[in-house]
C-alpha cells in the first residue's frame, strides 16, 4: 500500500514525487515506459529557471528522476492501463499488477497533436517545434510558419511575431476557428499573413528546416514557400483515457481541477498539462506537482 501513487514521470510528475518522499510518504511513479513526458522530444530548454546556459530537455529529465529516487521515490517503467477510483484504496493497474494507494497524484500531461510526416519527426528540434515559448528564441529575426487556426495557432503567431521576421499562417480551411480578439489581433499584426485552404505535404530539409511543400485543397496545387521553422499548432490531446469512467473530465479531456489540484474525487489529485491547457510549460507543471504534493500530504494528514 503507497500513500501517494503518482502516474505520470514529466515535471509535474516527477516534481510531486521529489517532494511527498521527502515527506516521509511511500512513493510510488507509475512512469511510463516512454518515461519524461514532452521534454524527452525536445533538445534545448532555455527558459527552465536554474541553468543559465541552457540545458537538454532529457537531460533535464534524467536529473529530476534522479532527485525522486534519491528522495525516495519508487520509479516503474510501466504504462498505467486501468484505474478505479469508486472504493478506498485506490487501484491503478500497470503491467499486469494492481498497486493500491491512499492518494493518486495525475501527472499524464497532454501530448500535441503532430501532423503525421516522416520529414516531421526527422526534423522535431532542428525546426520542426510545437512550443513557440520555448523555441521562438532560436529563430530571430527569420522566417517561420504556424500550422493551424484554433486558438493555440494565433497566440503562437502573435508570441513568434515579436522575435521573428515574418510569419505565416497555414490552414487547411479559409476560416480561423480561433476566438474573434485572436483572430482580430493576428489580422492586425504586420507580420502576420495567412496561406488559406493548404495542407502541408512535406517539410523540407536534410539537417534543419529549409521549407515546406504545400497543397492546395481547392485547386490540388501543389508549391514551395522555403522558411527557417515551422510551428505545428494543430491541438492537443489530453493523456486522460483511462480516467474517463473514473473522474470528471471536461468535454476535451482535461480533469477537471478545483481549488487547483483537488478533483472531483477525493484524495486524488491532478497536476500539470492533464488539467492544464493554458500555461502548457515544463515550470507551471513542476509548480503545479509541488502544489498536488502538498495537498496529498495535508489530505493524509486530514487536515
Ligand atoms: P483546436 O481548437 O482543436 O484547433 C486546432 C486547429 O488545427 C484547427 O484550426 C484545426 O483545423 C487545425 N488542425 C487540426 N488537425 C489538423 C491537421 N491534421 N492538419 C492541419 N490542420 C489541423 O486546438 P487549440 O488551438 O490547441 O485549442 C485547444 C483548446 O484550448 C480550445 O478549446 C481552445 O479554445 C483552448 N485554448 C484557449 C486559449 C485561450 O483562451 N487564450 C489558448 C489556447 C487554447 P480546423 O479548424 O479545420 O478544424
Request: charge should be neutral; include cysteine.
Amino acid at each position: 500500500m503507497y500513500d501517494v501513487l503518482i502516474i505520470g514521470s514529466g515535471p509535474a510528475g516527477l516534481t510531486a514525487a521529489i517532494y511527498t518522499s521527502r515527506a516521509g510518504l511511500k512513493t510510488l511513479v507509475v512512469a511510463g515506459t516512454m518515461w519524461g513526458g514532452q521534454l524527452m522530444l525536445t533538445l534545448e530548454v532555455e527558459n527552465f529557471p536554474g541553468f543559465e546556459n541552457g540545458i537538454l530537455g532529457p537531460d533535464l529529465m534524467a536529473a529530476m528522476r534522479k532527485q525522486a529516487e534519491r528522495c525516495g521515490a519508487e520509479l516503474i517503467l510501466e504504462n498505467a492501463t486501468s484505474a478505479d477510483f469508486k472504493s478506498k484504496p485506490f487501484k491503478v493497474t500497470a503491467g499486469n499488477k494492481v498497486y493500491e494507494a491512499k492518494t493518486v497524484i495525475i501527472a499524464t500531461g497532454a501530448s500535441s497533436k503532430w501532423l503525421g510526416l516522416e520529414s516531421e519527426t526527422r526534423l522535431r528540434g532542428r525546426g520542426v517545434s510545437v512550443c513557440a515559448t520555448c523555441d521562438a528564441p532560436f529563430f530571430r529575426n527569420k522566417k517561420v510558419l504556424v500550422v493551424g487556426g484554433g486558438d493555440t495557432a494565433m497566440e503562437e503567431a502573435l508570441f513568434l511575431s515579436k522575435v521573428v521576421s515574418e510569419v505565416k499562417v497555414i490552414h487547411r480551411r479559409d476560416k480561423l476557428r480561433a476566438c474573434k480578439c485572436l483572430q482580430d489581433g493576428a489580422f492586425a499584426n504586420p507580420k502576420i499573413s495567412f496561406v488559406w485552404n493548404s495542407t502541408v505535404q512535406e517539410i523540407l530539409g536534410k539537417d534543419r528546416v529549409e521549407g515546406v511543400k504545400l497543397r492546395n485543397v481547392v485547386s490540388g496545387e501543389e508549391s514551395v514557400l522555403p522558411c527557417d521553422a515551422v510551428f505545428l499548432a494543430i491541438g492537443y490531446t489530453p493523456n486522460t483515457s483511462i480516467f474517463k469512467d473514473q473522474i470528471e473530465l471536461d468535454p476535451t479531456g482535461y480533469v477537471v481541477a478545483r481549488e487547483e489540484t483537488r478533483t472531483n474525487i477525493d484524495g486524488v489529485f491532478v497536476a500539470g498539462d492533464a488539467a492544464d491547457y493554458r500555461y502548457r510549460q515544463a515550470i507551471a507543471a513542476a509548480g503545479s506537482g509541488c502544489k498536488a504534493a502538498l495537498d496529498a500530504e495535508k489530505y493524509l494528514i486530514g487536515t
